[in-house]
C-alpha cells in the first residue's frame, strides 16, 4: 500500500557531505512525523532527527548540529542534510514516517529498506 524509497548513500571522505531522500508513495492521504534512523554493524538501531512539524525536529545527539531533516510536503519527499560527516557515521540509514492510507483511519509507521552511507578517514 504504502512504500518509501530511500537514496542518496554512498561511500564519502571524512568532512563531505552527503544528502539523503525519502520518497513515499502509494494510497496515502496524509503523512505525519518523518524521520531517520541508522543502524550501524553490531549496533542497535537509533533516532538520527525526526521531523513533527515545520517548528518540531529532533536529532539524535551525535549529529545535532551537523545534520539537518527537511520535507517537500508536495512531492512526499523527506531529506536528510548530513555534512562534516564522521567515520562513526557509517551505517545504513533507514528511512521512517507515519502514515494515514486513502482506506484507513489512523496513522500507521512504515519503513524504507535502507541506504548505505559509509564515511572514509
Known amino acids: 500500500q504504502v512504500q518509501l524509497v530511500e537514496s542518496g548513500g554512498g561511500l564519502v571522505q571524512a568532512g563531505g557531505s552527503l544528502r539523503l531522500s525519502c520518497a513515499a508513495s502509494g494510497s496515502i492521504f496524509s503523512i505525519a512525523a518523518v524521520g531517520w534512523y541508522r543502524q550501524a554493524p553490531g549496533k542497535q538501531r537509533e533516532l538520527v532527527a525526526r521531523?513533527?512539524?515545520?517548528?518540531?525536529?529532533t536529532y539524535g545527539d551525535s549529529v545535532r548540529g551537523r545534520f539537518t531533516i527537511s520535507r517537500d510536503n508536495a512531492k512526499n519527499t523527506v531529506y536528510l542534510q548530513m555534512n562534516s560527516l564522521k567515520p562513526e557515521d557509517t551505517a545504513v540509514y533507514y528511512c521512517?514516517?507515519?502514515?494515514?492510507?486513502?482506506?484507513?483511519?489512523?496513522?500507521?509507521?512504515?519503513w524504507g529498506q535502507g541506504t548505505q552511507v559509509t564515511v572514509s578517514s
Open positions: 521512517n514516517a507515519d502514515v494515514r492510507t486513502s482506506s484507513g483511519s489512523g496513522y500507521s509507521p512504515y
Open positions: 521531523l513533527f512539524s515545520r517548528y518540531s525536529t
